[in-house]
């Protein structure tokens, strides 16, 4: 009895996939991402990027970054700097805030991209990588939102007596 639902089963899936109950819709295409741009492209390992708030670390959030490269560049020869890559993405994140100043649970996509791109034209070389995107990225922990700072109450005044 379970060979048979195991073989119906299995039967089942293979005919699912594309013949009895296609899952490729135009409807399903028309939701789908847009597709990466065309050329070469070099897919980072995820980094835990550091979230500081007022000098202090608060918390971490996992990035996935696509390098853009010029057309006919070798990616082989630029997997082997992939942790250069890296450890610049990690290294300006203690130097300086990634995130919007509304959260601290998520990075800015754009400053990102405005830092890390003179980095890594410097380990791939002039003109190798023309832009990055940030294709995935989650916090290690959800916080509240940061509270406004708020003045230091000033000290009640002495009596003397």
């Known amino acids: 009895m379970r060979r048979a639902l195991i073989a119906l089963f299995s039967l089942a899936m293979t005919l699912g996939s594309d013949g009895l109950f296609p899952l490729h819709t135009p409807a399903l295409a028309a939701a789908a991402p847009p597709k990466a741009p065309t050329g070469s492209a070099l897919y980072l390992a995820m980094v835990g990027v550091p979230i500081l708030s007022g000098g202090r670390l608060v918390n971490y959030v996992l990035v996935r970054l696509t390098l853009v490269l010029t057309p006919g560049t070798d990616v082989s020869r630029l997997t082997e700097k992939e942790p250069y890559f890296r450890e610049a993405l990690v290294r300006l994140g203690y130097h300086i805030r990634l995130n919007p100043p509304t959260t601290f649970n998520r990075v800015d996509d754009a400053l990102v991209a405005a830092k890390m791109l003179p980095l890594c034209?410097?380990?791939?070389?002039?003109?190798?990588?023309?832009?990055?995107?940030?294709?995935?990225?989650?916090?290690?922990?959800?916080?509240?939102?940061p509270t406004p700072a708020t003045p230091a109450a000033a000290p009640a005044p002495r009596l003397e007596l």
């Open 121 to 145: 034209q410097a380990i791939a070389g002039p003109g190798v990588v023309t832009g990055i995107q940030i294709k995935y990225q989650a916090p290690t922990n959800w916080l509240p939102p």
